[in-house]
């Protein structure tokens, strides 16, 4: 397909404050245009308690929830959704699988339960997801993600419906055939891109921003939030100014500096955020510890806790060899103190 010209814009000028601004949700409602990337195994009960408290996002979207053989009982999906809906912020539910009919079903049912809305998972790249067929390999099948997305579409109609797609399964040039054929022309309140491809999996690219800038062009009308590697305000302005995407995702940043989001906010002037001038993991750390002591039954796990200082700060850091080293009993009453 021959794209329409585009006329040439400086974006190095692209005023900072339209990051700021609120994105309209089909439907109603707004969320906002930094988002938090969906990470499944770290967005827990205790994860979601602190980040609300310390209030770094006002809205969700879930790790997938897979949604194979059939669509599982409410009692399941509620139990998924309520440490999100437990913050009292919106909550977009992420749901990945291959079966146009249960997939739309099981987005009635959430619709239903009070989420905010449904993003569609296009992009994970497990190797047990890809073999299941569902996931990033359905960028190969852009037939059946479009009859995928139309179908939650039309079982949830005037309803919050989003993607999340990689730029492709072996290769970013597939990107064109994969906006024509399933995403071109259906309604989405946004398009979330994370720039590597599937067989990428975590591999640098030098390759991001330039594909990102390129699937803004191929969003047309639809938002694109632009996903990977941002690690700062400053990896966050770069994406927005280079790319002219609607907004940024950010995840892996989130566990490096949990105040990320409220920083890149920061950076683009906004008046009422501030960040943080102490060192936000052990702010955060501090603050999971103390939720933890407030109610040990629902929120400890040790096992939780070293699964996301080894996130924060990497297993060779030496707070990780004081975890290991400390009692269940004194590692609950822990402070970092910097
Ligand atoms: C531990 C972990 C779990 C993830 N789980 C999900 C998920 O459930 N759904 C999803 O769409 N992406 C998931 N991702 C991908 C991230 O949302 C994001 O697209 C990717 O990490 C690239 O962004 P980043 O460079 O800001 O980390 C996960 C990433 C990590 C590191």
């Known amino acids: 397909m021959l794209l329409p010209e585009m006329p040439e814009v400086n974006m190095s000028d692209r005023p900072l404050q339209d990051l700021l601004q609120p994105l309209p949700l089909i439907g109603g409602g707004t969320v906002s245009r930094i988002m938090p990337g969906p990470m499944e195994g770290i967005m827990h009960p205790l994860f979601c308690k602190a980040v609300s408290e310390l209030a770094l996002f006002d809205f969700w979207i879930t790790p997938f929830l897979r949604i194979s053989t059939d669509v599982p009982r409410d009692s399941r999906l509620k139990h998924f959704i309520r440490p999100f809906a437990e913050t009292g912020l919106p909550v977009i539910v992420q749901l990945m699988g291959n079966n146009p009919e249960l997939i739309a079903a099981a987005a009635a049912r959430f619709r239903k339960l009070g989420a905010a ?108 939030i632009a996903n990977g590697d941002v690690f700062s305000a400053e990896d966050a302005i770069t994406m927005f100014r280079s790319t002219g995407s609607a907004g940024i995702m950010v995840a892996r940043g989130l566990l490096k500096d949990p105040f990320l989001g409220r920083r890149i906010r920061q950076a ?54 004081i975890f290991k080293q400390l009692s269940d009993k004194d590692f609950i009453a822990y402070e970092i103190t910097e």
């Open 268 to 321: 683009c002037g906004d008046p009422v955020t501030s960040a943080t001038t102490g060192d936000g993991r052990a702010i955060f750390f501090n603050k999971l510890l103390e939720i933890a002591r407030r109610d040990p039954a629902k929120y400890w796990s040790r096992p939780q806790f070293m699964e996301l200082a080894n996130y924060m700060w990497g297993s060779s850091h030496p707070y990780f060899d």
């Open 117 to 224: 809305g449904i993003n569609l998972n296009f992009a994970c790249p497990s190797k047990q997801v890809l073999s299941s067929g569902a996931g990033g390999s359905l960028l190969r099948k852009p037939e059946l993600m479009r009859q995928i997305i139309e179908q939650t579409a039309n079982a949830c109609p005037d309803f919050s419906l989003s993607v999340k797609l990689r730029t492709g399964y072996e290769d970013p040039a597939e990107m064109e055939s994969i906006f024509e054929q399933a995403v071109s022309g259906i309604k989405l309140d946004f398009i979330a891109m994370h720039f590597r491809t599937v067989k990428e999996m975590y591999r640098k690219t030098d390759q991001g921003l330039e594909r990102i800038a390129r699937a803004v062009k191929l969003a047309g009308n639809v938002p694109l």
